[in-house]
């Protein structure tokens, strides 16, 4: 049997992909908003039920540019969650705010609303979730806290491509949500993102911040980077668009199969997914318990010695990191569920080609 990994990019029909690519070189157009990037741009409006969006070169320049479109107070405090990717802490810091580090709910596994009130202080600014494995925020509870304190809100949505609450897309949530679209993501453009907003003042701000700030040829209005997204990218994006969904089902049905078997296993907890949420299929965590009969580590361990690989998303919590545990200027609250939760989580393979045999096997080990 082939490496098992825990994900395997959904890739378009290469010819088709050949194709599409004929077209870009006939237009010696490669980037700066061509037509594919546009055409992209467009159509994932519709996919994510937003009313506006733009396209970035990947998720970490989309967060950190939807950061900066918030206009928030040089060194600023900004809680959020230590049980995620480093891009989200390492966004907050790079545009030169504070993270404070907030515990997370046992079962989403995301911020826990409940927490975020006794962390807010003169100083904070901005709340930002993370739709963790797909997994919503608690939307409600942290708009009303917005509105209370005057915060901005923003969500890390990497994982939560196509999910909606209550029908209503996910990013259509707080100021700002970000999409990755990096290889491993559900939906991919080898290395992509995508920013998703109610208000049509950021059309401009986003635009601007992702193009050096320039408006036209003599005329540069902001301090903005290069954020842009390529032609190659989109065509990837739009062939990939027209396959996701497909990948989704595949993604369910085994979803259903694991969720059958490893129900049976004492010591094995599989997080819910609230029942006004659609799945984005993104990952397939479990918790490991005590009463399961080796933890976490060994059961990764072991996996390996099978030609298995799973992945501890997300150990260590970004609070774990040296960058942030040895900076006396953030901030963390009591991370007792992050504490625990890290060391029993383990994110099994996941992917519409896992064949039968291999689904089995997996189970199998269990
Ligand atoms: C939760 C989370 N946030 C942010 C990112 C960064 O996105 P990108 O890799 O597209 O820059 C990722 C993953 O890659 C992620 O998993």
Redesign the pocket.
Known sequence: MDKVFVTRPLLPDLDCFVEQLSEVWRSKWLTNMGEKHNELEKKLQKVLKVPYGSLFN??????LTAIKALNLPFGSEVITTPF??A??PH?ISWDNLKPVFCDIEPNTMTIDSEKIEKLITPNTSAIVG?H?YGFPCDVEKIDKIAKKYNLKVIY?G??AFSCEINGKGIGTFGDIT?F???A??LFNTI???YLSYNNPDMVRKIYNLRNFGIRSEELVEEIGINGKMNELQAVIGLLNLKLFKKEQQKRAQIKAFYDENISKIKGIRIPKMPENTTNSYQYYPIIIEDEYKISRDELYEKYKQFDIYTRKYFYPACCDYECYKNDLSVKFADLSVVNDIKNRVLCLPFYGELSKDTLHKIVGVL
């Open positions: 990947n998720g970490t320049t989309a967060l995620t990717f891009a989200t966004c993370v963790v890390d990497a994982h970000m990755s679209f990096h491993t993501k290395e992509g993102g």
